[in-house]
Structure formats: C-alpha cells, structure tokens
C-alpha cells in the first residue's frame, strides 16, 4: 500500500490550496487528513467515510473541504482562505477495507504567509 500526497506549498493569508492523495496497492474505506504544526501535535483536519460522512476539527469549518474521486482510491482537501495557522505539514491517510490498517502518505507542507 502506497499514499502519495502533493498540493503544498507557500500561499498568502486569504488564498486557497487544493492537497490531493493518491492511494494504492489496496481498497480503502475511510480516507482523510491530519496535520502537524511545529511544536504541536498532530491533529485530525478533516476525515470522510466510506459512507460519504464528513467530520473536520472546529478551525477548519466553512473553509475546508473534503472529497474523494469517484475511483475511490484519491482524497482531496480544498482549502480556502487559509490563515498563518493553518501552517503545518499535512499528512493523508487511508484504512484499508481487508485486514483493516491505517496507512499514512508522506506529508506536504503548507506555509501560510506574506
């Protein structure tokens, strides 16, 4: 099983990102992201089911979206007016559905910033 994410990158206070994971070797029920600011621990961003529920920390809401791609197997995380504290590495996830496992992707980094 592989994840691969991508999308990071530096972006001004205000500006959107769109983070894309693309997961192999397996099929997943629960996919989502977690994140990682310097000197804090990680938390869950945003996490979507496999029956299409969606849960995303309190910060994130109305800002953040979650969706997945119809082949299932890529997770996308749409981030719009991002703000100084949403900087951190951004790290996707996946469960898969035989012999259920979380799997992690490598993380990208987004540094939010004028």
């Known amino acids: 099983v592989q994840l691969q994410a991508s999308g990071g990158g530096l972006v001004q206070p205000g500006g959107s990102l769109r983070l894309s994971c693309v997961a192999s070797?397996?099929?997943?029920?629960?996919m989502g992201w977690y994140r990682q600011a310097p000197g804090k621990q990680r938390e869950l961003v945003a996490a979507?089911?496999?029956?299409?529920?969606?849960n995303y920390v309190d910060s994130v809401k109305g800002r953040f979206t979650i969706s997945r791609a119809d082949d299932k197997n890529t997770v996308y995380l749409q981030m719009n007016g991002l703000k100084p504290e949403d900087t951190a590495v951004y790290f996707c996830?996946?469960?898969?559905?035989?012999?259920?496992?979380?799997?992690w992707g490598q993380g990208t980094l987004v540094t939010v910033s004028s």
């Open positions: 979507l089911g496999s029956s299409g529920l969606t």
């Open positions: 070797g397996s099929i997943f029920s629960d």
């Open positions: 996830y996946a469960r898969t559905v035989v012999n259920p496992m979380v799997y």
